[in-house]
């Protein structure tokens, strides 16, 4: 499939081959200089000046190194905070969301574009605005929606302004628009969109987009040419993946030309140029061996395999076979313990989500059933009604008339209540009156998050409707506390249990409202467990994690919508819990400053403690004073 989506960036004029070669040599040195250097210099004019020349480095230097990108993107985003610059504040998002888009990490991906959009206001330069669509588009991308970024492709490039200064952004536009007709399976646009996106490369003089264009182009010939079946498009797509190579070689970059020289023996083989293809492998073989790239190690071995079949060379085609068969066994070591771990948790945690799901689905079914059954009587009864008002006078016809209404209105009030049931009272509004309700970035919100210990032994022990019953017990009563305090929830996932307080109408107490039911739901648990303990019954415990920080939320899909919210706060929020222990409530340092002032709290600090993903982060336990 395509690769290399779009990189934003403004320049004010086209980069020479060798200035840009220069910058991608120079950006790792960069951005650790900016990363690793002193802490920002405490005066705000020298903070300010700091960050206005890393802005300034960052619009004509390609991030390679986004994990010390973000570091420098964050100490940037508090200063433009400070200073209320919002426009700027609207550039950094953009690069954020490119860094997390990179890095894997699509919710905050996300999170970083919307918010970025929100920062962004007339003032500021359409350019930048055209940067956030870019790294909008790649971040979809990543998430399977093509005929999203298509939409925002189209729309961008058609007020595009020719008397605009030079941009990266203009070519991300292109690439992202070839890249989503390909995905979409209009492959012969898509080859139309990368001719667009490779003239236009060539006229700015930007060699990484020319690049991109003949990667791209390669492999999309390839896939046109059905594994061999139309012999041309193989010639085409060889001819582009050998201009990609002439330009890594320009380069000096060894990781692109691996890959390079393994497709060119991929389609070699196709063409049935078996010599060819050895040639290209021997050299891919090499490169990779020199980097110590196990995969691409194995995928040559196993293209050589075929070569040599392809020649009737069996012997050596089976000495091939071996060599990929240990090299992928090397493979699988290196990654076992990681691959191990993450699997496992996974498991685990679509089982418990499997195992509530099928209950629930049998115990829904069986509802649907009888409500099925009560309408089709009614039916049945207002048809009888129906018949007698043509046999009747005019007071039969008005109270037919009468209890049609009533019917009408008494489905309406089910109807809203179920609206009601899934949405917040102002989102389900705001659905109603505009038929769509748009999603909001809320700066700060406090996230809940629950999960009961132990919950797949205690499911192997009890009977599927006693399993049923005591998890729905629980949600209630977390419902009801929840309701009591004023905070929202957001959705189950199998045995844990989301909400959040401060949206969709913002307040100051989020902290407070979220704490005072985490409490009293842990406290439910307690008393749960001991009056099942006294009865000699299994018994849930809990853990709970509390995080507050910045979430964009809205509703999402077309068939059973719901209503979510997205951003890293919700990851740190279920690190607090994971990181916990069974019956505390734990929370973060931005909660705990929010708390710190309450009396009726007392605070436990547990120092830095590991999370998953997040490294070491400082928490503290919370409870009610003595």
Known sequence: MCSRKAKAGVATEPAPWLVYRLLRTAAAVLLGALACGPVMPQPPGARLAWADSAFSALENTPLSDHVQALQVLDRMTAVYTQAGDTCKLARVGSWQASCFDALGQLDSAMFAAQRALAYFGPACDSIAYMSIQVNMGNTLLSLGEPARVLEICEQALAAWNEQWPYSLARNGLYTNKAIALAYLGDLPTSLDAFRDVLHVARQEGV???????????????????????????????????????????????EQGQLLQYTNLGSNAIDRKQFRRAILYLDTATALATASGRLDIQASAAMLHHRAYRGMGQLDRAILHLDRYLVLKDSLLSTEKVKAIADVQEKYESEKKARTISELQVQQLDAE?????????????????????????????????????????????????????????????????????????????????????????????????????????????????????????????????????????????????????????????????????????????????????????????????????????????????????EVGRVNISTPTFRLLQAETWLRFEPRGKVLAKGKGKMEMYFVDRAA
């Not at 139309?230 to 990609?244: E, G, I, K, M, V």
């Not at 389900?428 to 032994?457: I, N, P, R, S, Y």
């Not at 192997?460 to 629980?474: A, F, G, N, Q, T």
Request: aromatic residues 8%; hydrophobic residues 45%; glycine residues 8%.
């Open 207 to 253: 060699l990484e987009n020319e690049l991109n264009a003949y990667t791209n182009l390669g492999a999309l010939f390839g896939m046109m040419s059905e594994q061999g079946a139309h012999p041309a498009l193989l010639d085409s797509s060889a001819h582009y993946s050998r201009l990609a190579l002439a330009l890594l070689k320009d380069l000096g970059d």
């Open 368 to 580: 649907l059933r009888q409500t099925s059954l009560k309408r089709t009587r009614n039916i049945y009864l207002l048809s009888g009604i129906g018949v007698l008002l043509a046999a009747g006078g005019l007071w039969s016809r008005l109270h037919f008339v009468h209890r049609s209404r009533a019917a009408i209105r008494k489905e309406k009030e089910v109807s809203e209540s179920l609206l009601l049931n899934i949405l917040p009272a102002a989102v389900a509004e705001e659905l109603k009156v505009k038929g769509e309700a748009e999603a909001q970035l809320f700066e700060q919100v406090t996230v809940l998050f629950t999960d009961f210990k132990g919950f797949t032994a205690v499911s192997e022990v009890l009977s599927p409707k006693e399993l049923v019953r005591d998890i729905h017990e629980c949600f209630s009563a977390f419902d009801r506390i929840l309701a009591r305090h004023g905070v929202e929830k957001i959705k189950t996932i199998g045995d844990a249990y989301m909400a959040v307080g401060g949206l969709p109408t913002p307040n100051s107490t989020h902290a407070v409202d979220v704490v005072r039911a985490a409490l009293e739901i842990r406290d439910f648990i307690e008393d749960g467990k001991a009056l099942k303990v006294q009865h000699g019954k299994p018994f849930f415990e809990i853990r709970i994690g509390v995080h507050t920080g910045p979430v964009v939320a809205g509703i999402v899909g077309v068939k059973k919508f719901a209503y979510d919210i997205w951003g890293d706060t919700v990851n740190t929020a279920s690190r607090m819990e994971s990181s916990g």
